[in-house]
């Protein structure tokens, strides 16, 4: 049974930094995701690495001013978020899937989240204008 669980969430201005932890057990040698989810409207990716580090997507919403990131000694993804804006705030949810998940993340458009098969409970962010 793998477990997830997002930390690292809370409420900023404009223009803050904020940065998730994702702590998996055991440890995903796949690939991990960070998706984000608004009331009333489908889970987005946001995110997301493949095992080891050494190669890293991301939705043009995060280019620029997150990075998703991998220590594997503490089996924890991160996503740091800086210039946070209002537009980010949501509930972001860390995720852990197959390699495929990660090799066919654009090709599955908004349905990428499909492609993952395990779920955090969720970490809120909320960004203040």
């Known amino acids: 049974q793998v477990r997830l669980v997002e930390s690292g969430g809370g409420s900023v201005q404009a223009g803050g930094s904020l940065r998730l932890s994702c702590v998996s057990s055991p440890v995903i040698d796949s690939c991990m995701g960070w998706f984000r989810q608004t009331p009333g409207n489908q889970r987005e990716g946001v995110a997301a690495?493949?095992?080891?580090?050494?190669?890293?997507i991301y939705e043009n919403s995060a280019k620029d001013r997150f990075t998703i990131s991998q220590d594997n000694g503490k089996n924890t993804v991160y996503l740091q978020m800086n210039n946070l804006k209002p537009e980010d705030t949501a509930m972001y949810y860390c995720a852990a899937g197959t390699l495929q998940a990660c090799n066919v993340w654009y090709a599955s458009g908004p349905d990428r989240g499909t492609r993952f098969g395990y779920w955090g409970q969720g970490t809120q962010v909320t960004v203040s204008s």
């Open positions: 690495i493949y095992a080891g580090g050494a190669r890293t």
